[in-house]
């Protein structure tokens, strides 16, 4: 009888045991992979080669704007996936009928491919933001930026099923041989002529009159729906419920970047 009792004890411990391992196994991260190059407040201080100068260099390449004849504009979201914000990011997109454009870190895709499905799922267009979201500049070499893309592209790519073509550099720091690098490795790179500066955390109401007081027809604005560890976008995601219906009322209608641009969005 007791060694029935003894083997009974031990068979649900190892039932207990393999239970656990298999929900460590699933489990999701308790934080979001980290920004390796900083986080957005200390790192966009400093000052790389301008995206304007860029995008005269390579005009081919470099995209800051879309047309300016109609009265259109690109929201665009950098830093996710990140549980913490973008599904309600992408809630308020949905109750809007508005369709962005989302750069994911390839780290945050791996940690959170779910979110990454419903963005696609939900009609938004993904684009490359690297994996580990380096400083490219500090980094400085191509090796760097060849592998974080191409190891986000293929992770991408096995969630959405296509091969991004856009790129956004992290910060947006690039230089001529790095854009040059991108261009070979058949990208566009993306910027941004509207800076929501949410990344400073300010009040809503800051962010908000950032975009609003600068937005023009062809406008790609930049916000982020991701953050490092500890940082917050609660007030980006609160910024937006001013935003969008403000240019709504001025009869400002909401595209992709590659709509926007009329550019391929997948190789």
Do not use: C
Request: glycine share 6%; charged share 25%; proline share 6%.
């Amino acid at each position: 009888m007791k060694a029935n009792i003894l083997r009974a004890l031990l068979f649900t411990l190892i039932l207990s045991l393999v239970s656990w391992g298999a929900t460590k196994v699933h489990a999701q991260p308790e934080k979001p992979p980290q920004l390796a190059g900083g986080s957005e407040n200390k790192e966009r201080i400093r000052h790389p080669v301008s995206n304007i100068i860029l995008q005269q260099r390579y005009p081919e390449t470099v995209v800051l704007r879309g047309g300016q004849t109609e009265n259109k504009v690109a929201l665009t979201f950098d830093d996710g996936p990140d549980p913490r914000f973008t599904p309600k990011i992408l809630d308020i997109l949905k109750e809007h009928k508005i369709k962005a454009t989302f750069f994911l870190m390839g780290a945050r895709a791996d940690a959170y491919p779910d979110l990454v499905k419903r963005i696609k799922a939900e009609g938004h267009i993904i684009g490359n933001h690297t994996y580990w979201h380096p400083n490219l500049v500090t980094q400085g070499d191509i090796s760097t930026l060849q592998s974080e893309v191409t190891k986000t592209e293929i992770r991408l790519a096995e969630l959405s099923g296509y091969r991004t073509k856009l790129f956004r550099a992290p910060y947006g720091f690039l230089y001529n041989e790095l854009v040059e690098k991108l261009k070979e490795m058949n990208y566009s790179v993306i910027a941004w002529s509207v800076d929501s500066l949410d990344w400073h955390e300010s009040p809503p109401e800051q962010i908000s009159y950032n975009v609003l007081s600068n937005v023009h027809p062809g406008a790609i604005i930049i916000m982020h729906d991701g953050a490092a560890w500890d940082e917050d976008r609660t007030n980006t995601i609160k910024a937006l419920r001013l935003i969008i219906p403000a240019l709504k009322k001025q009869g400002v209608t909401f595209e992709t970047v590659p709509e926007l641009v009329k550019i391929p969005y997948k190789k």
